[in-house]
């Protein structure tokens, strides 16, 4: 299992479009910290000019800590979107090329291979979210240092300094359980089809309507949405709350590990009966 979890993972980071998820997150966060070296201050003041009639802020409240928390924004809105370029490839691409039966000439199960590739897929989604909070942190850290972290959320909510790194953890660390269903539902499309344009294009489209449906505040969309696996995919901002519902945070990720698990589930069964004619 393990050589050709290791072919697969070959297979994904030598093509050139496993890339572009990377640089466009680079670029992502270096126009974010751009924007936030430039006109951070006047933008904080202009959030914060009722509080300031009542409240006194000192210190460095423009900090990394604060970027890095509005470039964590974007991982539930456009990280989704590059990480299925590569993963809603997996198996069509597969297809596409033709090699579904040299694949499967080797003592290799239908099984076996679509773990390898849903492996490989969930790696890929780790690596990202790895490589979007060193990149966010890191260089968060280096142009604007430490402080307090101010989050607006209904309320407002002042962290000490001290009391911030473990909560990026670990809203990091459900974000990649966020990504890992994201990538389990395009690696089930992909498996469905026979091009690799088609898988990537319909998980996409998925996800901006659930998005936009779990966004919406309507009571016709009330009965659909605890069905819907965009609905959790925000949970990473309960960790930025002083009283922090860890059984919400819980339920939501058990959720979405089963996602993962009916995801892959159906992608074997179809795989194991799907008539490979390439």
Known sequence: MLSVTGIELYKVFTRKRSYICFAAILIIVMITMAAIAWEGQDVFAFLTQNLAESFYMQGNLINGYMASYLVLNFLWVHIPLLIVIVTGDLLAGEANAGTYR??????????RLVTAKFIAGI????????????LSMGLGYILFGKGDLIVLMGVLNIFPEDDVFWRF???YIFGFLSMAAVASLSILLSGLSNNSLGPILSTMAVIIIFTLISSLDIELFAIIKPFLFTTYLNTWQLFFSFDIDRGEIMKNAVVLAGYVVIFYGITVF??????ILT
Do not use: Q
């Open 123 to 134: 790696i890929y989604a780790l690596i990202t979210v790895l490589f979007l909070a060193v």
């Open 169 to 171: 953890v670990m809203a």
């Open 270 to 275: 179809y795989f194991n009966r799907k008539d």
């Open 102 to 111: 040299v694949l499967l000439t080797r003592p290799v199960s239908r099984v």
